[in-house]
């Protein structure tokens, strides 16, 4: 049994693993990782977009039926510049809002013919286009119906 310790074990003879071994595990796992790392990017950007194309779309039917319920109109006023809006009853500022941080317009622009979007005291839209929005590589759109239609999101079928 000594013998048998002894030969695993001998002068001059390094047991473990050869430094060409251990930079082969190193390059696979940084590798690894660096494509994990990209992926739950690109992930939480695309949950940044859906999630503010949502809540644009739940605002706007909001605003829609505040409209229907009140004696005043509401709008919801778009920067075509950039990524703020606000809803407005009348001439009274309900909340000011912007897009989740990397999300955007196509372009800098809306796809309506004008950037303030009006519903009348019976819920009429006043305006029809597309709003999409980008987060660079994914594109959402939300759908607006002039007259009582709802307002639609580009991933719903």
Excluded: K
């Excluded at 003879?13 to 739950?40: K, N, R, Y």
């Excluded at 229907?68 to 703020?84: A, K, R």
């Amino acid at each position: 049994m000594g013998d048998v310790f002894c030969r695993h074990f001998r002068p001059g003879d390094h047991g473990g693993f050869s430094l060409l071994e251990v930079m082969v595990v190193l390059s696979l796992s940084a590798i690894s990782v660096v494509m994990l790392t990209g992926s739950l990017v690109s992930l939480e950007r695309g949950m940044a977009l859906r999630a503010t194309a949502s809540t644009l779309l739940a605002q706007l039917r909001a605003m829609q039926n505040l409209a229907s319920t009140s004696d005043s109109f509401t709008e919801v006023w778009l920067d075509p510049y950039d990524t703020g809006y606000r809803l407005l009853q009348g001439t009274q500022t309900l909340e000011s809002d912007a897009f989740a941080l990397g999300v955007n317009y196509v372009d800098g622009y809306l796809q309506l013919p004008v950037h303030v979007i009006s519903y009348d005291n019976l819920g009429n839209a006043q305006v029809a286009g597309v709003i999409r929005l980008t987060d660079g590589q994914r594109e959402d759109d939300v759908r607006l119906y002039m007259g009582t239609g709802w307002q639609t999101g580009g991933w719903t079928a």
